[in-house]
């Protein structure tokens, strides 16, 4: 399995950004899609997951009412829309794939769980 992520840059404050990511190989539509982020310096932390059906999500608590993670199936992609940023979301952003079809608890917040990761994206909030 092959991830594109794409959508970041450089915004305000307050401001909003969409990400997506673009996968290829595989079977999309079976998996687990997870988000992460890393600050420099700082380890790779969990942001949202969203099952292989997209009718279950979990969210980090620092982003849940402000981030939004949907999948669509169809098209292999998965997005995350983020509204409401703030300078502490800067970081690169990775997209990932856990080969498993459900949200599990022990799981989808840990990053040794998912199989492929995307390349990252860029994602600067300025004050």
């Known amino acids: 399995v092959q991830l594109q992520a794409c959508g970041g840059g450089l915004v305000q404050a307050g401001g909003s950004l969409r990400l997506s990511c673009a996968a290829s190989?595989?079977?999309?539509?079976?998996?687990?899609m997870g988000w992460f982020r890393q600050a420099p310096g700082k380890d790779r932390d969990f942001v949202a997951a969203?099952?292989?059906?997209?009718?279950?999500?979990e969210y980090e608590d620092s982003v849940r009412g402000r981030f939004s993670i949907s999948r669509d199936n169809a098209k292999s992609t998965a997005y995350l829309q983020m509204n409401s940023l703030m300078p502490e979301d800067t970081a690169v952003y990775y997209c990932?794939?856990?080969?498993?079809?459900?949200?599990?608890?022990?799981?989808?917040?840990?990053?040794?769980?998912?199989?492929?990761w995307g390349q990252g994206t860029q994602v600067t909030v300025s004050s």
């Open positions: 969203i099952s292989a059906s997209g009718r279950r999500t």
């Open positions: 190989g595989g079977t999309f539509s079976s998996y687990v």
């Open positions: 990932a794939v856990d080969r498993s079809t459900s949200l599990l608890l022990s799981r989808y917040s840990n990053s040794k769980e998912y199989d492929y």
